[in-house]
């Protein structure tokens, strides 16, 4: 059963560069814009990991960690964060809301699927 | 003894007891196998101590334990069969237990050592699995003992050491220990996994939802200690990881810690992070377990823990990479600090400086000579403390330009290999006093000199290895460097071992050249010297390397430029000897001050023998023959004032001998006045007075005027030569 | 996930697990299996329907068979799916519920 995994980033090269690798992987993905837009897709369906970005209009990453912790069918799944060096206090934030695993941007595929695979392999 | 203590003290007692009894119970097991009362004592034992060991907080007694008692009630519940291996087994158990005791009662840390730990996992596993494995399938292969946690002993010798404590909160942050189990497989191969759920509370206490699990993973792998770490990069928050790398991995850190590079003293942590046995993570957490110690050590101001024996204690690292980083870090330290001594100054500031401090030393001398004139006693202490302080600053400026020899002498090394391949020979160079220092402005002159020399050591000196064998010595020559101070100076002398000079040949060629006349009456030592002589090359044929009739004058020229001489010693057959001698500093003398008439000069203080009344008994003067009887010593003599034309108006003058020496040479120079001992600043002449005899220099004196400072090498020659030019008229001195 | 009693007796009990065991559950599946272990001598779990155990499932086993020890409940894990014998197998403990496993040849990697 091919685990699944939603990317939540408002743009929309990176979904397509992140889905396309996860996919040649053997994952399946859920793609999503915003935090907003993660939450209505989260509908109860079983998934494995959810990658998302920090800084996103309408609900930004942090939010949206805080949000799906509320969730009882999504509360324990991991979550991985992506984010640039800078933004080391989002980082103790996103840390503080139970998002574990974070990538520093910019990365390329092989990084992404190397972290993605010591949280869920295909 | 306060309560605690008074408790440790039973809980030691009882354990020594139980562990006693466990011993003669499991050895009487042995015999009777099916005792359940004995089988039930040795549970008791094991779960007395896990229970009281859990009261003192001794976790790792409380685990092992546990797993024994485990066992053992399953023994007794006819689950397992006991015999001899199990019972060898728990006998080793009990000694573990034992140890571990031991270790928690005199240890402050919780952690294992390693050695320790590693027999725990090893006792564990065979308890948990080892026996069964035998009862279940006989005695499988290797492969799946392995595989059924069974017999295979973890062994840490090629396996790294992974422990993994993941916190309560694991789960729900979305961490699951089985991921990053199932990426570490993709680095290498689980060897051995031990899973234990250690202080999973019981019944309604038990959060399903905290995790409570903990491993300790031997992992067969080729990935280093870093990109072992980052399998948990993740987990970094919820686990405590320790990884132990394998010993077998502990040769190779060993070495790379000792090609580390020396110039800078690093921290042990950033050593062994940057050889791999570390990791950037282990060191932060030891760091972190250091300052917490500290600040729970409150009392007394406790030192911290050493970082070293905290890495250990957390097993993430063996104790011989530690101490081997200690020591390479001592070595360092040590190297450093005696290279941190040095500051590289350019060599124009020092010069400036010392230029500066000569006219300090001169404007001293003038103040001193203005107390002394205007009769100030009040100031006389004052400028008398002043002048010693000048006079250490004047030293210590000078030693600031001193360098050792060694360098100069080492690159000496190529010059005797390149040469004697080219020339055939087998040539070793020895060096010795290479400490010796001088003024740097003096090595950078003399290293063309010296470098002629020891070329013509190696051509004219050191034979053919077949002429040296048929002269019956080592077909290897030696050409020996040397250097040591005397009196003021330094003495470079180069040895060889080789043919030496022929005395007949140089006097042939020096009679032949017109040098000398018939009637010479040289000792064979001036004879030697005579190869200093312009145009006298005694090598039959001239090599391309040397003795084309150039060369020893303009080495003696050149060293005399130095205010240094240079002097020649051979053997024939047993080698030859040029001693170089020159003076420590070209800046600042210790001088003699003498006056002749109206006329002041200077004398290296470091050439005066000895000052003499002309009038006193122990002193002679000869003037027809023209020698000073000193003591019975004869020796050649000198007017100054006749030798530099300004003799003195009054005949009644009481005159002064001050003997000066010049290495083996001798003379007394005839003088009016003695003035003492002068600091002297040497002014160079200019180029109009290069050639004048018998001064190498001047100097300005305290009161404006200025003094010449004698040549003393040229005014001894003088007075043996015994025909000064000033003196050309009176009769001839006779070698005496 | 579910459980479904497939067989009672006043000492002993039969269960099958279906589906999930993993953090999402455990609670629900403690509470359940706990009250059994309250109430019988012996206890079966069959295993053979789940599809999916993570490290707190694992986890749950080994808790029940704790307290099966300590209340003297015979517990056994049966008919092992592939997803539990992988986790098993990956953690080393198999033999240590000491259960015996069947692996079947269906199954894709072991």
């Given at each position: 059963m091919a685990k699944t995994i939603m990317i939540v980033d408002d743009s929309a090269s990176i979904r397509q560069v992140v889905g396309i690798a996860l996919k040649g992987a053997g994952y399946d993905v859920i793609e999503a814009c915003d935090g907003k837009d993660a939450l209505t897709k989260l509908t109860g369906q079983k998934i494995n990991l959810i990658i998302s970005d920090v800084n996103m209009p309408n609900m930004d990453g942090i939010t949206l960690v805080q949000e799906i912790k509320k969730l009882a069918a999504y509360k324990f799944t991991p979550i991985m964060m992506l984010t640039t060096e800078a933004a080391d206090d989002k980082k103790q934030a996103g840390k503080a809301a139970?998002?574990?695993?974070?990538?520093?941007?910019?990365?390329?595929?092989?990084?992404?699927?190397?972290?993605?695979?010591?949280l869920v392999l295909p | 003894?306060?309560?605690?203590?008074?408790?440790?003290?039973?809980?030691?007692?009882?354990?020594?007891?139980?562990?006693?009894?466990?011993?003669?119970?499991?050895?009487?097991?042995?015999?009777?196998?099916?005792?359940?009362?004995?089988?039930?004592?040795?549970?008791?034992?094991?779960?007395?101590?896990?229970?009281?060991?859990?009261?003192?907080?001794?976790?790792?007694?409380?685990?092992?334990?546990?797993?024994?008692?485990?066992?053992?009630?399953?023994?007794?519940?006819?689950?397992?069969?006991?015999?001899?291996?199990?019972?060898?087994?728990?006998?080793?158990?009990?000694?573990?237990?034992?140890?571990?005791?031991?270790?928690?009662?005199?240890?402050?840390?919780?952690?294992?050592?390693?050695?320790?730990?590693?027999?725990?996992?090893?006792?564990?596993?065979?308890?948990?699995?080892?026996?069964?494995?035998?009862?279940?399938?006989g005695t499988g292969s290797a492969d799946e003992k392995i595989f059924s946690e069974g017999g295979g002993e973890i062994s840490v010798d090629e396996h790294w050491l992974i422990s993994l404590e993941f916190k309560q909160d694991s789960f729900r942050d979305g961490i699951d220990p089985l991921s990053f189990l199932r990426y570490l497989k993709t680095l290498g191969d689980i060897k051995q996994i031990l899973t234990a759920a250690n202080g999973m509370p019981s019944g309604e206490a038990m959060?399903?939802?905290?995790?409570?699990?903990?491993?300790?993973?031997?992992?067969?792998?080729?990935?280093?200690?870093?990109?072992?770490?980052?399998?948990?990069?993740?987990?970094?928050?919820?686990?405590e990881i320790k990884i132990l790398p394998p010993n077998a991995k502990i040769g190779e850190y060993l070495a790379l810690l000792d090609a580390q590079d020396e110039t800078q003293v690093r921290r042990i942590g950033d050593m062994l992070v940057q050889v791999g046995a570390l990791t950037e993570h282990d060191v932060e957490h030891a760091l972190q377990a250091q300052t917490a110690s500290v600040e729970s050590q409150t009392v007394d101001g406790a030192k911290p823990k050493p970082l070293g024996e905290i890495l250990v204690e957390q097993h993430v690292v063996q104790q011989p990479l530690i101490d081997q980083a200690l020591k390479k870090q001592e070595q360092t330290k040590q190297k450093i600090a005696s290279e941190a001594n040095y500051i590289r100054v350019d060599a124009t500031k020092l010069g400036h400086l010392i230029n500066l401090v000569g006219e300090l030393v001169i404007s001293s001398a003038a103040m001193n000579l203005i107390v002394e004139k205007h009769g100030l006693s009040d100031a006389s202490d004052i400028a008398a403390g002043m002048n010693a302080l000048v006079n250490s600053i004047r030293d210590t400026a000078l030693e600031l330009r001193m360098v050792q020899i060694g360098d100069t002498f080492s690159r000496f090394r190529r010059v005797v290999h390149d040469v004697s391949k080219e020339l055939n020979k087998d040539i070793q160079l020895l060096i010795s006093g290479g400490e010796t220092e001088l003024d740097k402005t003096v090595v950078e002159k003399i290293q063309d000199p010296l470098t002629h020399l020891i070329r013509n050591a190696l051509d004219h000196g050191i034979e053919h290895p077949e002429q040296r064998l048929a002269a019956g010595k080592p077909a290897q020559g030696t050409v020996q460097l040397n250097a040591y101070h005397e009196s003021g100076h330094i003495v470079i002398q180069i040895a060889d071992d080789g043919a030496g000079l022929n005395s007949e040949k140089i006097l042939e060629k020096a009679l032949a050249n017109g040098l000398v006349k018939k009637d010479h009456g040289l000792s064979r030592r001036e004879i030697y010297n005579?190869?200093?002589?312009?145009?006298?090359?005694?090598?039959?044929?001239?090599?391309?390397?040397?003795?084309?009739?150039?060369?020893?004058?303009?080495?003696?020229?050149?060293?005399?430029?130095?205010?240094?001489?240079?002097?020649?010693?051979?053997?024939?057959?047993?080698?030859?000897?040029?001693?170089?001698?020159?003076?420590?500093?070209?800046?600042?003398?210790?001088?003699?001050?003498?006056?002749?008439?109206?006329?002041?000069?200077i004398i290296p203080l470091s050439m005066v023998d000895e000052c003499i009344e002309m009038s006193a008994n122990e002193c002679e003067i000869d003037e027809i023959q023209h020698y000073i009887n000193l003591r019975g010593r004869v020796l050649p003599y000198l007017r100054l004032g006749d030798y530099f034309g300004n003799t003195?108006?009054?005949?009644?003058?009481?005159?002064?001998?001050?003997?000066?020496?010049?290495?083996?040479?001798?003379?007394?120079?005839?003088?009016?006045?003695?003035?003492?001992?002068?600091?002297?600043?040497?002014?160079?002449?200019?180029?109009?007075?290069?050639?004048?005899?018998?001064?190498?220099?001047?100097?300005?004196?305290?009161?404006g005027t200025v003094a010449l400072i004698l040549d003393v090498q040229g005014l001894i020659q003088a007075a043996i030569d015994h025909k000064p030019k000033a003196l050309a008229h009176k009769p001839a001195l006779r070698r005496v | 996930m579910a459980i479904e009693v497939k067989q009672q007796q006043p000492d002993s009990v039969h269960l099958v697990i279906d589906g999930e065991v993993s953090i999402y559950n455990v609670s629900e599946l403690k509470q359940a299996l706990s009250n059994y272990l309250d109430t019988v001598k012996e206890m079966q779990i069959d295993?053979?329907?789940?599809?999916?155990?993570?490290?707190?499932?694992?986890?749950?086993?080994?808790?029940?068979?704790?307290?099966?020890?300590?209340?003297?409940?015979?517990?056994?894990?049966?008919?092992?799916?592939?997803?539990?014998?992988?986790?098993?197998?990956?953690?080393?403990?198999?033999?240590?519920?000491?259960?015996?496993?069947?692996?079947?040849?269906?199954?894709?990697?072991?």
């Open positions: 139970g998002a574990k695993a974070w990538l520093t941007k910019p990365f390329q595929a092989p990084t992404l699927l190397d972290a993605v695979s010591k | 003894m306060n309560e605690l203590d008074t408790a440790l003290a039973i809980f030691a007692q009882e354990a020594e007891e139980l562990l006693a009894d466990m011993e003669d119970a499991l050895l009487s097991l042995d015999q009777d196998p099916d005792n359940s009362e004995t089988v039930n004592s040795l549970f008791r034992a094991m779960h007395t101590i896990k229970g009281s060991s859990g009261l003192f907080g001794f976790e790792p007694i409380v685990a092992f334990t546990h797993e024994a008692e485990t066992l053992l009630d399953k023994v007794r519940q006819g689950e397992r069969a006991i015999d001899s291996n199990l019972i060898a087994v728990l006998l080793e158990s009990k000694d573990h237990v034992a140890k571990l005791i031991e270790h928690c009662l005199n240890a402050n840390g919780p952690a294992l050592p390693a050695e320790l730990a590693a027999t725990g996992l090893r006792l564990i596993s065979q308890l948990n699995g080892g026996v069964q494995t035998a009862i279940q399938q959060d399903p939802e905290s995790c409570y699990l903990h491993f300790k993973i031997a992992f067969q792998s080729e990935a280093t200690k870093e990109t072992i770490e980052r399998v948990f990069e993740f987990a970094a928050d919820d686990c005579l190869i200093f002589a312009a145009g006298l090359s005694t090598k039959d044929q001239a090599t391309s390397l040397s003795g084309r009739g150039v060369g020893m004058d303009v080495v003696k020229k050149n060293i005399e430029a130095l205010r240094g001489s240079v002097e020649i010693d051979s053997e024939e057959g047993q080698g030859t000897t040029i001693s170089i001698r020159l003076p420590l500093t070209l800046a600042i003398i210790d001088g003699f001050m003498v006056g002749t008439a109206s006329e002041r000069y003195t108006a009054n005949a009644n003058q009481r005159e002064s001998v001050v003997v000066v020496k010049f290495g083996q040479t001798e003379a007394g120079l005839v003088v009016d006045e003695l003035h003492g001992e002068h600091q002297t600043v040497i002014k160079p002449l200019g180029k109009v007075f290069e050639r004048l005899k018998g001064i190498t220099g001047a100097t300005v004196l305290g009161d | 295993l053979a329907g789940v599809a999916e155990i993570d490290g707190a499932g694992v986890q749950l086993l080994m808790f029940l068979k704790q307290e099966a020890a300590a209340k003297r409940v015979e517990l056994s894990l049966a008919r092992h799916s592939e997803a539990v014998v992988e986790v098993l197998e990956l953690l080393n403990l198999s033999t240590h519920f000491g259960d015996p496993i069947v692996i079947s040849a269906d199954w894709k990697s072991l």
